[in-house]
């Protein structure tokens, strides 16, 4: 390694703990969606753009998707670019600042709200999802601003908008609007997702599709089934038969875990109100991850099949419709940004990295499928929506000079 990055990775370890300043600042602004019962992203992302510019990061440009739900009318995007010597391909780091709610409070032992240090870990909602990852892109950067270097290549520092409730208005929106801004050559690393160890690279993500099924049958007395169409009854024979579409679609795929496709029933609403009705009405949903050598076509096929069967059998009518479908190609294990991420985990870290797959549902798949080629990438104990939430903060730092490292020396 160069002497430049001798001085990059002293930095990046003398001030990995300055981070968690940045940190508490981001988590003591809650950035939840209006889905969630939030106001949007605005005020998180004004405080963040404030903070890197009072650290010398002042390239910043706006990419805000409009809103009328949110206070301040806007779904901020925004890229802080810090400029290479050479002009063949910008390194992206992509992050998100929306976060998930608290759920079950009393499930917390701190205040999610307020990062709290302990044995090597912070603790709060968003520290990990998407926190780590976005303070790991800002630290490579200041490795380079606040000592004057310039990298070999420019570093694109994203943050988006909108990521936990299906991105329209983050990545979604920016790939219908401002999809000029990437380049094909260039490399895009998404640090929201991982392992512990920090050597698994994400290359290929699932199909999904989200499935709900309105049965509707005949309200009657439990006394008098036979004066009834029990809608329940319906929704329970269809959901046995959705989860039995893991045998039917049932090709493995190593790269994903588990590696075969799963259907599984879900969420179910509330029906009627006493023991002693017959639902007349029924609603489940399924979550259905599907191993992308069958297409989502294919499984809408098989699944209206099954519909009119239990249809047929109960005399009930059943809706269907999808809450969520999204089809991912993959990036080639040969792509650039994956033989680079690889071989400076391998430089910095000592670390041999894999490809692997996930279930699906990151924003890597949307620039996938406009033909750029994303990988996921992090060092994490994968804590995301969960209660106790934390990111250890030395992976902060680790993760941050695997990125110098890639801007700097490859």
């Known amino acids: 390694m160069s002497v430049k990055f001798d001085q990059i990775r002293n930095y990046i370890e003398e001030h990995t703990h300055d981070m968690v300043e940045l940190e508490s600042l981001l988590t003591s602004i809650p950035a939840l969606a209006p889905e969630n019962g939030g106001d949007g992203e605005s005020k998180k992302a004004a405080a963040l753009e404030e903070w890197l510019k009072s650290n010398g990061i002042k390239n910043i440009e706006h990419f805000d998707a409009a809103d009328s739900r949110v206070s301040s009318g806007i779904r901020p995007n925004f890229v802080a670019t810090i400029p290479g010597s050479l002009d063949d391909y910008n390194i992206w780091v992509c992050a998100h600042m929306d976060v998930v709610p608290v759920g079950e409070l009393s499930l917390w032992n701190t205040d999610p709200w307020k990062v709290i240090e302990k044995d090597g870990k912070i603790y709060g909602r968003g520290v990990e999802d998407n926190q780590q990852g976005l303070v790991s892109g800002v630290l490579a950067a200041l490795s380079f ?51 512990s160890e920090g050597k698994t690279i994400e290359v290929a993500e699932k199909n999904i599709a ?26 329970s024979d269809l959901a046995l038969r959705m989860n039995d579409l893991e045998n039917f679609f049932n090709a493995r795929d190593d790269k994903f875990d588990p590696p075969y496709s799963t259907f599984q029933p879900t969420m179910h609403l509330k029906n009627v109100d006493g023991i002693n009705f017959i639902p007349g009405d029924d609603v489940f949903c399924a979550d259905c991850r599907i191993n992308p050598n069958y297409s989502l076509d294919e499984v809408r096929k098989e699944v209206a099949k099954r519909v009119a069967e239990v249809e047929k059998k109960y005399d009930v009518k ?93």
């Open 145 to 195: 601003v606040k000592q004057h270097i310039i990298p070999e290549h420019t570093i694109k520092l994203l943050f988006m908008a909108d990521e936990e409730v299906g991105s329209k208005y983050g990545m979604g929106y920016l790939i219908e609007k401002h999809l000029d801004m990437f380049g094909k050559n260039d490399r895009i690393l998404i640090p929201d997702g991982g392992d």
């Open 210 to 235: 989200w499935f709900r099924f309105h049965t509707i049958g005949k309200q009657s007395h439990g006394s008098r089934p036979d004066l009834g169409r029990n809608a329940m009854l319906a929704a």
């Open 318 to 410: 059943i809706e269907v419709s999808e809450a969520q479908a999204a089809e991912s190609k993959a990036t080639s294990t040969d792509a650039p940004v994956v033989k680079e991420l690889a071989k400076a985990i391998k430089d910095v870290h000592g670390i041999d990295a894999k490809t692997i797959g996930i279930g699906g549902g990151t924003v890597a798949a949307e620039l996938r499928n406009k033909g750029y080629d994303a990988v996921v990438w992090s060092t994490l104990d994968d804590m995301c929506h969960q209660p106790n939430e934390y990111a250890v903060i030395k992976n902060i730092g680790i993760d941050a000079m695997t990125i110098a490292y890639m801007a700097a020396e490859l």
